[in-house]
């Protein structure tokens, strides 16, 4: 956390995945929000 410095306001920490595949992480500061990094779960199924 301490990497990433100031530019976040809000992380929401799961724990950790199944399967050792990294979180979604998903720009919500553009409109349309953007999927910056795909997780175990993928893309489809968030868009559901």
Same mark, same amino acid.
């Given at each position: 956390?301490?990497? &990433? =410095?100031?530019?976040? @306001?809000?992380? &929401? @920490?799961?724990?950790?995945?199944? =399967? =050792?595949?990294?979180?979604? &992480?998903? @720009? &919500?500061?553009? @409109?349309?929000?953007?999927?910056?990094? #795909? =997780?175990?779960?993928?893309?489809?199924?968030?868009? #559901?």
């Amino acid at each position: 956390m301490d990497s &990433i =410095g100031e530019n976040l @306001d809000a992380v &929401i @920490d799961g724990g950790r995945t199944p =399967g =050792g595949a990294g979180s979604t &992480i998903v @720009d &919500i500061t553009v @409109d349309p929000p953007v999927v910056v990094r #795909e =997780g175990i779960i993928p893309l489809s199924v968030i868009e #559901e």
